[in-house]
């Protein structure tokens, strides 16, 4: 790697892999859900039941899949690269 630009890519990376399996583990137990009780292939996000709520809708697991890996990566993932960040100093003996 030739500077700290391609270290933060690649841990970018490994944040984006471990945000994945999550989902990827959630989408899973969704789809057993699904397999096992039937329902529809449509999932609504709605801020709360009241009925101005925002909402939107996707179709499909591989849309939910999309939502949550943003909405995740867009709540944490800075901070899983602070954290990340910090392990990797750490280990370098740096601090």
């Not at 057993?32 to 809708?57: I, Q, V, W």
């Not at 909405?71 to 280990?91: R, T, V």
């Amino acid at each position: 790697m030739k500077d700290t630009n391609a270290i933060e890519k690649a841990l970018q990376q490994k944040i984006s892999v471990e945000v994945s399996e999550i989902v990827q583990d959630f989408c899973v137990s969704l789809e057993k859900l699904s397999n096992k009780y039937g329902g529809s292939m449509f999932y609504d996000f709605k801020e709360s039941n009241s009925s101005d709520a925002r909402a939107f809708m996707v179709d499909g697991t591989h849309k939910v899949s999309n939502v949550l890996h943003r909405m995740i990566l867009d709540n944490h993932g800075s901070n899983m690269l602070k954290h990340k960040s910090q392990e990797l100093i750490a280990k370098l003996d740096l601090i």
